[in-house]
Nanobody, 120 residues
Framework: QVQLVESGGGSVQAGGSLRLSCAAS?????MGWFRQVPGQGREGVAR???????RYADAVKGRFTISKDNAKNTLYLQMNSLKPEDAAMYYC?????????????????WGQGTQVTVSS
């Protein structure tokens, strides 16, 4: 098992930036972020894995950057040029054992989420 704890969410104006962090209880190869709005399904945002590297949803490509500090077992999501449609609960997630090339929503562990609000 792996425990995941997100932080860094908050409220920003459109065009602003936020950096989400996720502390994992142990090393995990495949990790990522997905988001969800009440009443809607899970939307994959970004994923990092050893074979493929980083992948992003088209909606965030060029604005969001996923990174991982393996020494700290910490995952990050730098979000720039935020838009109102980016507002959601953001979840850090792990896919273990790792499935290289898995979908942006293929995870079996996730945290409690951190809320991101973007005002226009």
């Amino acid at each position: 098992q792996v425990q995941l704890v997100e932080s860094g969410g908050g409220s920003v104006q459109a065009g602003g930036s936020l950096r989400l962090s996720c502390a994992a209880s142990r090393s995990t190869l495949c990790m990522g972020w997905f988001r969800q709005v009440p009443g809607q399904g899970r939307e994959g945002v970004a994923r990092i894995e050893p074979g493929v590297g980083t992948r992003y949803a088209d909606a965030v490509k060029g604005r969001f950057t996923i990174s991982k500090d393996n020494a700290k077992n910490t995952l990050y999501l730098q979000m720039n040029s935020l838009k109102p449609e980016d507002a959601a609960m953001y979840y850090c997630a792990a896919d273990t054992p790792c499935h290289n090339g898995g979908s942006l929503t293929q995870y079996n562990y996730w945290g409690q989420g951190t809320q991101v609000t973007v005002s226009s």
